[in-house]
């Protein structure tokens, strides 16, 4: 009877190890809110800022391991406070070449947060969606949804959560 617990308590710590090694999650944000200025390439608002380092915290146990935005300063400011807490670069992507993106994503290893833009967040989630329900676009007043987007062996979950949830 004790070699039979002992093997089902072996078995479980096995599988659910397994398991952990073959998750990973990306989370997929639209920049923090932005100066309301007529420059093309504005830096963030005081509400960016706070949204900006309030991500960091929801990210703060999350692992992550790579950070990904495009060049504007929007994004990379979006991303700033969650690079320096990890200590790890952002790398820039293309917003214009989603499927580059998306193959770097499958490839690369544990959780990675992925920094973009009202039009590129949506159509960047719905690649991990398969059959599923897509998103849309956000409306440019929207900034508080955080798309999780939870890669396993078996297939893909994608849950879009707003900064609330956590």
Do not use: W
Not at 43 to 69: F, M, T, V
Not at 146 to 159: K, M
Request: net charge negative.
């Amino acid at each position: 009877m004790k070699n039979l617990l002992l093997a089902f308590i072996v078995s479980l710590l096995f599988f659910s190890c397994t398991e952990k090694e073959n998750s990973r999650v990306i989370y997929i944000v639209r920049h923090a809110e932005k100066e309301a200025v007529q420059d093309p390439d504005p830096e963030l608002s005081p509400e960016g800022e706070e949204r900006a380092a309030k991500l960091a915290q929801i990210l703060k146990e999350q692992d992550i391991q790579a950070i990904y935005s495009t060049d504007y300063k929007r994004t990379q400011l979006t991303a700033q406070p969650t690079a320096a807490q990890v200590g790890i670069g952002i790398e820039s992507y293309d917003p214009r070449n989603h499927d580059a993106l998306v193959e770097l994503l499958k490839k690369s290893e544990g959780n990675s947060l992925v920094v973009g833009h009202s039009n590129t967040v949506s159509r960047l989630a719905n690649y991990f969606v398969g059959e599923g329900e897509n998103f849309e676009d956000l409306q440019d007043s929207e900034y508080d949804f955080i798309y999780e987007v939870h890669l396993h062996s078996e297939g893909n979950t994608v849950l879009r959560k707003v900064y609330a949830d956590y």
